[in-house]
């Protein structure tokens, strides 16, 4: 086995199970991406059985191996010297050296071996006698599986002490073959906090930052750069190929210079070692070596999905395929293609559907060649069509389906790329895509910035007669009500209410929608004159047949009677309001509904009534930016309920994770807020109320929906109304990650969090992560009840 001349970091978890799993197969084979490390992983399982002297070991690299013939001759020739090493050892105690040292990992390189022949292959050191087993590595077997696959096939069953640990971009696709996929290194964990000390527990930081000292002495990790050491880890998806071509770079390029040219990542990280293999030089010739060995009809449609930065189904790759003349009933097949060969990953799906997604770095290859190819334009053209279908329930409806609104969270990351593109240009696709994006942003509770200056770029480029055009200034007022801007949103919303009425063929349910979204703001406002607005929409609603149109007016015309103290009137409406939109309405107008109950509930003292409506409506948002009206009504409750400190936690999160200040809120309300923060301050000594101001300021988003949820930051208790499926369970968005609910889908069908990992592409302390952030949000205490959790949920 060759010396290794640089330290292995990390893949302790990997090398455990890999153990076990060399002692129960005879054929384990290393899948994965292109740089994500299985030559370095082999090796070092490889030394370690070595070191333990239970196997001869020899390697073979077949990377230079150019034909099948040479490929064979290597590896007979490997088996032939393994024997005759492992008698000399018998003999003499020791192992002979037969040959130079082949290449060594993926992520670095020693000089290669000759084109065939016994030449190419290392001695074998510490071999066992002569009778023991044999692990032979075949090393980049992915461009000769139709010879390795044979060969093997005739070797195994013959030679019972011979075991194969065999590296490759696919498997081998042979009876008996074990496959272990090896995924990129651990990444930070975005919510464990961004001191150095707490970034260095990820593996892809702690190879990062050894490689950095090695390039150059100064290198530290510190508070100045530790920020932009976790984006570059994480955007280069953990990969150790890319993590150490970037920190060769440090003395040059710091962390943040780094980060700012990640998207032109293939033409920066080309200094690979000078020993290594020409393809491991630089990432872009090891994502060329996967590419080259595709079918053309494999390469057309991994170009086509470039375009999809987020997850995507067999539906979409459909319709980008149509462009490469690959027919829809042949998707299936291509893509199950791409995956073995680890160009796309696939992803666990809640409700069982398959689903995909490719490393960014992947990503920025395949697109990188559609430009090349002259394909980009069409593409997009296709991609837009689709998205544009999808999106068409925006036209067509008051309130937009909350199954329109999933579907279109989903293509959030797909939408913007569209959107960002300058080929749609004054294509007027654009307004009903920018529409979709902000759309997809209320339902996921976190109006941005960047849905708001994307709507008004379309609006800007786009003929002022368009179709769509009240679809977009109607969601442009919604982000910017969300936001904390009611004169901008009264403004917009009051454009497209005089556009709809000025069409010659009215559309109602338009119409309905910009005077629902315009009585909204201005009610947030603390406006009193919207009852006519209201009453013409309750018209249009029960006209066009949209119950949850009717639902939301009713709570628009609870909010006008509440500053009045019409209690009575206020809680007839809500009644009536509920259970229509817990039903079927989206996140936002239940959100809404849940707070005016809320409010109504303390205006008739009833604080626990009111902090279970608070409640149920922060547990459909999984930012606290989308539930900080809900924030602001706990602190209220909590102050009439004598928990003062509490009060003025929660004060202090709303106000920093809110996205709007205290002033933003109707005058009324913010009076109740300012009156019950100012006897929380004064019911606490001075230290304890700016302690408890502090503490508020400073949790992370994660620990703020768990704080007010709970109680407690990090260990929440006590959810039994999450646990027991009850309506704001379902509300819309759930408290949990995508990623997350891939993690659930997989322990209900109870695999470990090793077999969790293989099959996420995740590191196992990841795995781990994502289960205690589970519990901790769900306030279960194993991953039992987790999954009867889930099966409640999917019942």
Not at 318 to 324: F, K, R, Y
Not at 579 to 602: C, D, E, I, S
Not at 622 to 633: D, V
Request: glycine residues 10%; hydrophobic residues 45%.
């Amino acid at each position: 086995m060759p010396d290794r001349l640089s330290s292995f970091i990390g893949r302790a978890d990997e090398l455990v199970e890999l153990r076990r799993l060399l002692r129960t197969t005879r054929l384990l084979t290393l899948t994965g991406p292109a740089g994500v490390g299985k030559t370095r992983l082999a090796l070092e399982l490889a030394g370690l059985e070595q070191r333990g002297g239970r196997s001869a070991v020899h390697l073979v690299d077949l990377g230079s191996a150019g034909t099948g013939e040479q490929a064979r001759k290597r590896i007979l020739a490997g088996l032939a010297d393994a024997g005759a090493e492992a008698g000399a050892g018998s003999q003499a105690g020791t192992g002979s050296q037969a040959g130079a040292g082949s290449r060594a990992g993926e992520e670095e390189g020693d000089p290669g071996g000759a084109e065939d022949g016994p030449s190419a292959l290392p001695a074998t050191r510490g071999a066992p006698d002569a009778e023991g087993e044999r692990l032979l590595i075949l090393d980049n077997c992915e461009h000769l599986l139709d010879a390795c696959g044979p060969l093997l096939g005739e070797l195994l069953p013959g030679r019972p002490e011979l075991r194969v640990l065999a590296t490759s971009r696919e498997p081998l696709r042979l009876p008996g073959e074990t496959v272990f996929s090896v995924t990129g290194l651990g990444l930070p964990d975005a919510e464990g906090g961004g001191s150095p000390g707490a970034l260095l527990g990820s593996d892809a930081v702690r190879l990062f930052v050894d490689r950095a000292r090695a390039a150059s002495s100064a290198f530290e990790l510190t508070e100045d750069n530790v920020a932009h050491v976790a984006t570059l880890c994480a955007g280069l998806d953990g990969l150790p190929l890319a993590l150490e071509l970037a920190a060769g770079l440090v003395r040059a390029f710091p962390p943040a210079a780094l980060c700012d040219r990640l998207d032109d990542r293939l033409s920066l990280l080309t200094c690979g070692w000078r020993t290594a293999d020409p393809r491991h030089q630089s990432l872009r010739s090891a994502l060329a070596w996967s590419y080259d060995l595709l079918t053309p009809a494999q390469q057309s449609l991994f170009r086509s999905l470039s375009l999809l930065p987020g997850r995507f189904g067999p539906g979409e790759a459909a319709a980008l395929a149509t462009g490469g003349g690959i027919p829809p009933a042949a998707v299936p097949e291509v893509l199950a293609a791409l995956e073995a060969k680890s160009l796309i990953i696939a992803c666990a799906d809640r409700g069982g559907a398959a689903r995909f997604r490719m490393l960014a770095s992947i990503r920025c290859y395949g697109r990188e060649r559609l430009r090349d190819e002259g394909e980009e334009a069409a593409a997009i053209d296709r991609l837009a069509d689709r998205l544009t279908h999808l999106a068409r329930p925006l036209r067509e409806t008051a309130m937009t389906p909350l199954a329109t609104r999933r579907r279109l969270a989903e293509e959030r990351d797909t939408l913007t790329c569209v959107l960002d593109s300058p080929i749609t240009g004054d294509d007027p696709r654009r307004l009903l895509l920018a529409g979709a994006l902000g759309v997809a942003d209320l339902h996921l509770g976190r109006a941005t910035g960047q849905a708001r200056a994307l709507l008004a770029a379309a609006l800007d480029a786009t003929d002022p007669g368009a179709d769509d055009r009240g679809v977009a200034l109607a969601t442009a007022a919604g982000l910017a009500a969300e936001q904390g801007e009611p004169d901008e949103a009264i403004r917009l919303a009051a454009e497209a209410v005089a556009r709809e009425r000025r069409r010659a063929h009215r559309n109602d349910r338009l119409l309905c929608r910009a005077l629902l979204v315009l009585s909204a703001a201005r009610t947030r406002r603390g406006d009193q004159g919207t009852a006519a607005d209201l009453r013409e929409c309750q018209e249009l609603a029960a006209r066009v047949g949209d119950p949850v149109a009717t639902a939301f007016c009713l709570t628009l015309l609870a909010w006008q009677s509440l500053p009045a103290r019409d209690l009575t009137r206020a809680a007839r409406r809500l009644d009536e309001a509920l259970p229509v939109l817990r039903a079927h309405a989206a996140p936002l107008p239940l959100r809404m509904t849940l707070f005016a109950a809320g409010v109504l509930a303390l205006e008739r003292n009833e604080p626990a009534r009111a902090e279970a409506h608070f409640t149920e409506a922060l547990r459909g948002t999984t930012h606290p930016g989308g539930g900080r009206l809900a924030l602001w009504g706990l602190a209220v409750a909590a102050v009439r309920e004598g928990r003062h400190e509490r009060a003025l936690r929660l004060c202090a999160a709303a106000e920093t994770h809110g996205e709007t200040a205290i002033a933003a809120l109707p005058p009324w309300f913010r009076t109740r807020v300012e009156q019950a923060a100012d006897t929380a301050r004064r019911a606490l000594p001075k230290a304890r109320a700016e302690n408890a101001l502090a503490a508020g300021a400073a949790l992370a988003s994660r620990q703020v929906l768990s704080y007010a949820l709970h109680g407690r930051p990090g260990a929440p208790t006590g959810s039994q109304n999450v646990v027991g499926g009850t309506a704001g369970a379902t509300a819309g968005d759930d408290p949990l990650s995508p990623r997350e609910w891939d993690v659930i889908t997989l322990v209900t069908t109870g695999l470990t969090n090793r077999q969790i990992a293989a099959r996420l592409h995740l590191s196992v302390r990841t795995v781990e992560t994502h289960v205690r952030n589970i519990r901790t949000t769900l306030g279960l205490r194993s991953r039992t009840h987790v999954a009867a959790w889930a099966a409640r949920q999917a019942g």
